[in-house]
Structure formats: structure tokens, C-alpha cells
């Protein structure tokens, strides 16, 4: 094809083991644990699922540093499961959902928690908030063929060894097959693309020179430091 400008590199996640998975989209799950609803404000009930998105090119991957971004005194972390689609799909059956996970890695949602803020204060959008330059750092992604389909296991982060955010993947409101089956209602699904699952409580601020160790039972972990 004759583009007229350099087309933009191919996100990818590395994969444990070799090789690289392309990234397409990044959805993500709002308050998808209890403690963490009541942490932010809202009920815990199972209230309908809800969604935003951040860009391919947020991922950093291998450890990297992350820049602590502009515009913001109150950049947050939120530890999360990040699910991997190797195939999409429109309306997929609850029963069928895992059957379109290709893998799982340990990723975090970085917030730009007082422009968020402001952006609900406003009823605005929360792009400025969640999809700005390196708000997903992102681990190894691991293969569902080798490690199965976690539903349950300890899910925590600590800064600078302090253990900031714990709880365990049960502790979803919303499970995986049910956040792939509703979120395909929404969209047509794409083979690359990732789902963050959602975030335990304890979500906190993080300043230059902290260093962020998350992991999840049975999937892995993620370092990187925030400069």
C-alpha cells in the first residue's frame, strides 16, 4: 500500500517463551472489584458492567521505565489480569468466551486520578485520565495452552516493598466469560485484543523514583519504575 506518511509500529506484548503478540485494542473494566467500588464511591452490587479504552501504543513492556506524565499531581496505580483474544467475535455465548483467550499477563492501569476527577465532576470522557503515553505497563504475556484459565489466586502490587493493593481473582464481580460475552455485545471483538479486568482496593499515588512490583498467582509478574 502507498501511505503517505511512515504507518505507526505494531504494538505487541512479548510472549514468555518468544516471540511477540500484536496488540489491536486495550478495553478495560471500571470497578470490577468490590472493595475497590466501595473505594471509589460506588455500590458493589452487580450494577451492568461498564468500559473505556486505552490506546495500543500506552503498553510498556520488558520492564521499562514509565515517565510519570504531565498535567497531573496524583498519578495512581491499579494492578490487574490482562486477557489476550485470539479471536474475536459479535455476540459471544458466556459458555464460549474463554474459547477466545489466547493468553494472560500482569498489567497496570496507571490513572491521572485528579484529572479523572474532573472529568466525572464534568461528565466528561476520562481519556486525558486513563490513555495518555505509558498508562499500561504491561508483563510477559503467557499462553492459555500452558498455564489454563486462572479464576482464582492472589492478585497484589507493592511499591518500593510495600504492599499497596491485595486481593484475589475471585473477587471479580464481573468474571472473564461474562466481561468477554457483554463487551462483545458492544463491540465486534478482534483477534489482539486486550482486556484489563479490573483493579483490587488500595489504589494509590506513585511518584518519580517509586518502583512498582505487581503480580498474579499462576500468571506472573510485572516490575517497573515510575521516573
Given amino acids: 500500500m502507498d501511505f503517505v506518511i511512515a504507518p505507526p509500529a505494531q504494538a505487541a506484548l512479548p510472549v514468555a517463551g518468544g516471540g511477540l503478540f500484536p496488540v489491536h485494542r486495550i478495553y478495560c473494566v471500571g470497578r470490577n472489584y468490590a472493595a475497590h467500588t466501595v473505594e471509589m464511591g460506588g455500590d458493589p452490587d452487580r450494577e451492568p458492567p461498564f468500559f473505556f479504552q486505552k490506546n495500543p501504543d500506552n503498553l510498556v513492556t520488558g520492564g521499562a521505565d514509565v515517565a510519570y506524565p504531565d498535567r497531573t499531581g496524583d498519578l495512581h496505580h491499579e494492578i490487574e489480569l490482562v486477557a489476550a483474544l485470539g479471536e474475536g467475535g459479535k455476540d459471544i455465548a458466556v459458555e464460549q468466551a474463554l474459547a477466545h483467550v489466547w493468553g494472560y499477563a500482569v498489567g497496570i492501569d496507571l490513572t491521572r486520578r485528579d484529572l479523572q476527577a474532573e472529568c466525572k465532576r464534568l461528565s466528561r470522557p ?82 518519580r523514583g517509586d518502583v512498582m512490583r505487581g503480580e498474579v498467582a499462576g500468571v506472573g509478574e510485572l516490575r517497573c519504575k515510575i521516573v
Fill in 126 to 207: 476520562w481519556e486525558v485520565a486513563k490513555a495518555f503515553e505509558g498508562s499500561a505497563p504491561c508483563g510477559d504475556l503467557h499462553p492459555a495452552a500452558a498455564i489454563g484459565h486462572p479464576a482464582a489466586g492472589a492478585i497484589r502490587l507493592a511499591v518500593n516493598g510495600e504492599t499497596r493493593q491485595e486481593g484475589d481473582l475471585d473477587q471479580l464481580i464481573w468474571k472473564l466469560p461474562e466481561i468477554v460475552a457483554h463487551l462483545s455485545g458492544l463491540f465486534t471483538l478482534a483477534p489482539g485484543d486486550l482486556i484489563f479486568t479490573g483493579t483490587p482496593a488500595g489504589v494509590a499515588a506513585v511518584q
